[in-house]
Nanobody, 125 residues
Framework: QVVESGGGLVQPGGSLTLSCAAFGFNLEDSHIAWFRQAPGKEREGVSCISRGNGTPYVVDSLKGRFTVSGDSAKNTVYLQMNNLKPEDTAVYFC????????????????????WGQGAQVTVSS
C-alpha cells in the first residue's frame, strides 16, 4: 500500500512537497512513480525513482522544477515541486511496482501494482 500526503492550495511560483509512504514492503524492493491527472485529461507520468532511493527520473518538461527523492529510513518517497504553475493543478498519485520486475523505473501506468488515493494540488492566486 502507498499513501500520498502534502497536497494543497499554493500560489503560482510557490512550492509543495508531496510524500508517498510505503506500507507492507521496503522501498528497496520497489520502484515508485508519480503520476498526475488534471480535470478532463489523461493521467500522465511525472517522475519515478528506482529501488526506493536509487536512480531518479523526471520528465523533461518538469526538469528543473520537480525533484524526486527517497528516504529508506522513513520508507517514503518525496516529490518536491518548485515554481508551481496553474497548469500543474492536478490530482497527484504515487504508485509502486512491487516486487520490482524491471531494472529501472519507467512511467508506464500498467507497470505499477499499487496506487495511492491521490493528493489534490491546486495552483491558483
Amino acid at each position: 500500500q502507498v499513501v500520498e500526503s502534502g497536497g494543497g492550495l499554493v500560489q503560482p511560483g510557490g512550492s509543495l512537497t508531496l510524500s508517498c509512504a510505503a506500507f507492507g514492503f521496503n522501498l528497496e524492493d520497489s520502484h515508485i512513480a508519480w503520476f498526475r491527472q488534471a480535470p478532463g485529461k489523461e493521467r500522465e507520468g511525472v517522475s519515478c525513482i528506482s529501488r526506493g532511493n536509487g536512480t531518479p527520473y523526471v520528465v523533461d518538461s518538469l526538469k528543473g522544477r520537480f525533484t524526486v527523492s527517497g528516504d529508506s529510513a522513513k520508507n517514503t518517497v518525496y516529490l518536491q515541486m518548485n515554481n508551481l504553475k496553474p497548469e500543474d493543478t492536478a490530482v497527484y498519485f504515487c504508485a509502486a511496482e512491487v516486487p520490482r520486475r524491471h531494472m529501472l523505473c519507467a512511467l508506464y501506468r500498467e507497470t505499477y501494482d499499487y496506487w495511492g488515493q491521490g493528493a489534490q494540488v491546486t495552483v491558483s492566486s
